[in-house]
């Protein structure tokens, strides 16, 4: 039985969506993202999704534990018995020692960019407020300037972070983030990924690179 489990590290606009979608699809296993998981579990209005909102409403960060325990509820699904993909987790060392005492990863990417690289594609990126379709300006140009492809409708910014603002949260992202990357190294879980350039078809060298470690973690297994 082929079986993968990993996790996805990268800073905010780093691609950490196209990457997980892509993978996902061809490693047939769901991709989890904490932000979605959070938000299912607050519409659900379940214990702890009241427990979620007290935070969020707040404005205050939902704590490990609340966090490890929806992730651990989500990961105990059927879909999940032949590996997952998380994204957005784990986020704190906490975190990391949760899962790796739960459900031990088998490889740990991190996807990095420089700071130019991020705010790029942050800023470039256009949004269809109609169908929700996105572009990018340099990597994913509409057709026609500012008019989407599928519908017709007017695009959009889809931020108006300024780059002191993405840098910011660059660092901020970098320092919250260094123990649980010293964690997996140590583990010998880590791939460091360069994920500069168009994240698509990064994706596929990514898969590619994986699917050889794959191998080792089967006959492991
Ligand atoms: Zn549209």
Redesign the pocket.
């Known amino acids: 039985m082929l079986s993968i489990r990993l996790a996805l590290l990268g800073p905010p606009g780093v691609g950490k969506g196209t990457y997980s979608s892509i993978l996902s699809k061809e490693l047939r296993i769901p991709h989890l993202s904490t932000g979605e998981l959070l938000r299912r579990e607050i519409s659900m209005k379940t214990e702890l999704g009241r427990e979620v909102e007290s935070y969020v409403s707040r404005g205050l960060l939902v704590p490990d534990k609340i966090v490890n325990d929806i992730v651990a509820k989500r990961l105990c699904a059927s879909d999940c018995a032949n590996g997952f993909i998380l994204d957005g987790y784990p986020r704190t060392l906490p975190q990391a020692v949760f899962l790796e005492e739960h459900f031990p990863l088998d490889k740990v990417v991190l996807l990095q960019a420089s700071l130019e690289t991020i705010i790029e594609r942050i800023c470039g990126r256009l949004y269809?407020p109609?169908?929700?379709?996105t572009y990018h300006v340099s990597w994913k140009p509409p057709k026609r300037d500012n008019i989407?492809d599928?519908?017709?409708?007017k695009l959009t910014r889809r931020t108006d972070d300024s780059p002191e603002v993405i840098k910011r949260r660059y660092e901020e992202y970098l320092a919250t983030v260094s123990p649980v990357v010293d964690f997996y190294k140590k583990l010998g879980k880590l791939v460091p990924f360069r994920a500069e350039g168009d994240s698509q078809i990064l994706a596929y060298s990514l898969l590619r690179e994986l699917s050889s470690s794959r191998t080792e973690i089967l006959v492991e297994k």
């Open positions: 269809c109609n169908c929700g379709e989407c599928k519908c017709g409708a």
